[in-house]
């Protein structure tokens, strides 16, 4: 009975241990809840709407995220510009082309890829890659929403790839054999069956990694020039809601309606995320019932 | 089929199911003491479902359930308040793939014994010793007893396991299929084994092979899609079966 | 024989698309490289930065960094390796199990930048911890705790099921079982998962951002309640913040350099022991 005792304490602390996830998550949902909420009441909630973001000013200070919005939305479409062709044809030619000696060879890269902390691909964009958008497009600056794009590709590649590499290995050798039997070449195989049957695990890998990228925050703190304005263009600057948080939160004051309106901006982040995820992870589940 | 006075297991009405699968249908049976009762049928017919309803070893298993009774010496094992730890140590198993730990010999056969609360090392030694004589496997092993079980030829593991469910001394010895992935030389051996075991323990003992049931079982029940055909004496199950299925299929018509 | 050349031109598009990733990747690491070695020395590792970091070494914000990340994972390693072992021992399919899993996927989602807002308005504000190291170490271990849960999950599950029937036929409790016969093979595979948990945890600059991370602060902290300087952070202050940082170049490839190192050290040594406990865990 001794033994008895000791057993169920210890599952209790297990339990206790495997509930601090949802504890975490829930406390996530209410701290930035709790802090934003006030924005409701002073200024309102439609002011959050505004196009215009002016944090700190003379005559009004204005908080309307939605040129943060498109500052992000602009630079993840770019960077889905590189990511998905990248990222996918990455995966199709580590799983299906590479020989295994490639394979040992390109694996690595991948993970140092996945390795490299933000900052340093950010650092890296701010010394390389900014002069040569700007050299390249003949720009006053090279701190645009196309470097960070470019940059964010990057470092969501190695999600896409690892993901969808399960994904395409994951398809029965049956399909393919049946494919080449039919006299397809091995291209068209990979084309008309293998890339088919692996879509849902491609398309939940490429919305992995589009969580990714809306996540990121040094990169395009570092490298897209932060100017809030609504702006559908590639070479101009731009600031995301990640950046807005990381440059504005350290000098804003406690309880200030800057404050708020910031986690309000950490809640639209949250629930894109999010949802972004919960949607990725039902089209995985979807997947692998087959 | 055959009823005792004085079984050691006794089955009654016994329904499984794995989730909304029904694997075992009313099954009523008796298992004697200290002789050896067979279970043969068609794979999966339910068989080590059945063996694993008499050490509750199916609870692991996530969403499964039962109706009915299974009885050992009178006691309802899947009543309210029963240890399943007491029970398991009293009815030890022996597993269809040999399972030895990545441990050395010495600390497979000393891990029963140490869980029961064992420390004294002069008694754990007799307690190994007698178990690996029991388990005939001892004069192999003497000499190397911190090596890796691992090590062990396919056969020897199986008797290690073997000597390892003897050390925590259970009354009822249950074996899934412990020769089926062994030479003959080995099923000899163990076939031998059981024989000797069983003036000490109640077995029971599943088999695909029919003269290992004709062989070493006093008693056989014959399975077939989760419903007990036919229980009665090796003797007769094999001779003259009451039932026709059973005879066919010890004929090997079907199976 | 038209087909095939275009074919061929397809072949090659493809791989090169796939070399121009090792290709990048290589450029990044060698122009660090490069340009960091030299100053990769005693008086840049072990000495304090001066006249705001321009000059002297970075050895706080190092020191920095293993505070925060040995804290983070003192508190993510035993609450990720308890959770694995609850879901893969002892877990059974229903509501809450899902929820478990819900939230680790959600959590694993959550961008750095929130985790951050999240550490801030928990620990620095609400607990009134202040920016120190330990509300940075909690936000960092928060946002490595799913990778630390996914790969001891993975190896617990590698371990065979037989090894936990075996034990449990012979009477053993389900803990006795867990101990002795699961724990023992798993905890090498636990541990390779904490290891990538370090890595992340030493790379990331947004969480730390809001909750301990000094622009600059030449000495080194005396208690879990001081802020610190942290090398992400401090590579980030180089790089955009410092009033003359054309000039402090090789103090940012200098630090840049030692923060990669750290990381790839610890992801390298992760990568390798996981396969070499494949190899050697081969039931
Ligand atoms: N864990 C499980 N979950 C769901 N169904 C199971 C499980 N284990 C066994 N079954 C099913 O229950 C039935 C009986 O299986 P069982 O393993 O008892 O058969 P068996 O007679 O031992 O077969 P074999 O001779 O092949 O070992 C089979 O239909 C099998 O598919
Ligand atoms: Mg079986």
Known sequence: MKDNLKEIIIKKMLVAAASTSIFIVLLIFLFLGKEALPFITEPGLSELFDSRWIPVSFQKEIFGIIPLITGSVLVTAIAAVFLIPFGVIGAIYISEIATFFEKELLKPFIEILAGIPSVVIGFFGLMILNSMVKDIFDLNTGLTALTGGILLALMAIPTVISISEDAITSVPWSYKEASLALGASKLQTIWRVTVPAALPGIIAAIMLGMGRVIGETMVVLMVTGNAAKISWNPFDSVRTMTATIAAEMGEVAFGSIHYHALFCVGIVLMLVTFGLNMIAQKVLKKYQMR | MVKFTNPKITIEKLDFYYGSVQALFDISMHVPEKKVTALIGPSGCGKSTFLRMINRMNDIIDGTHHKGKVCIDDQDIYGDGVDIVALRKRVGMVFQKSNPFPKSIFENVAYGPRIHGIKDKAKLDDIIERSLNNAAIWDEVKDRMDKNAMSLSGGQQQRLCIARALAVEPEILLMDEPASALDPKSTARIEDLINELKKNYTIVIVTHNMQQAARVSDYTAFFYEGNLVEFDHTNTIFTKPNIKQTEDYITGRFG | ?283
């Not at chain 3, 990340?69 to 390693?77: D, N």
């Not at chain 3, 199990?97 to 620990?123: D, E, N, Y």
Request: no cysteine.
């Open chain 3, 1 to 283: 024989m038209n087909k095939n050349i275009s074919e061929n031109i397809i072949y090659w598009l493809i791989r090169i698309a796939a070399y121009l990733i090792v290709f990048v990747v290589g450029y990044i690491v060698f122009d660090i490289v490069i340009k960091g070695l030299p100053k990769l020395n005693m008086d840049f590792i072990m000495g304090f930065p001066r006249r705001s970091g321009s000059e002297g070494g970075i050895l706080p914000a190092i020191v920095g960094t293993i505070y925060l990340v040995s804290g983070a994972i003192l508190v993510a390693l035993p609450l990720g390796m308890f959770s694995a072992i609850y879901l893969t021992e002892y877990a059974r399919q229903g509501r809450f199990t899902r929820m478990i899993r819900l939230a680790i996927v959600t959590l694993a989602g959550v961008p750095s930048i929130v985790f951050g807002l999240f550490g801030m308005g928990l620990f620095v504000i609400f607990f009134g911890f202040g920016a120190s190291i330990i509300a940075g170490s909690f936000t960092l271990s928060f946002m490595i705790l799913p990778t630390i849960i996914v790969s001891s999950e993975e190896a617990l599950q590698a371990v065979p099921q037989s090894l936990r029937e075996g034990s449990l036929a012979l009477g053993a409790t389900q803990w006795q079982t867990i101990y002795k016969n699961v724990l023992p093979y798993a905890l090498p595979g636990m541990f390779t998962g904490s290891i990538l948990g370090i890595g992340r945890a030493a790379g990331e600059t947004a969480p730390i951002l809001l909750t301990v991370a000094a622009f600059y602060l030449p000495r080194l902290p005396s208690s879990i309640f001081d802020q610190v300087m942290a090398l992400p952070y401090h590579l980030y202050v180089l790089a955009t913040q410092h009033p003359e940082a054309d000039k402090v170049l090789p103090m940012q490839y200098g630090t840049a350099l030692v923060l990669l190192l750290i990381v790839l050290i610890f992801n390298l040594t992760a990568i390798f022991l996981r396969s070499y406990f494949r190899k050697k865990y081969k039931w």
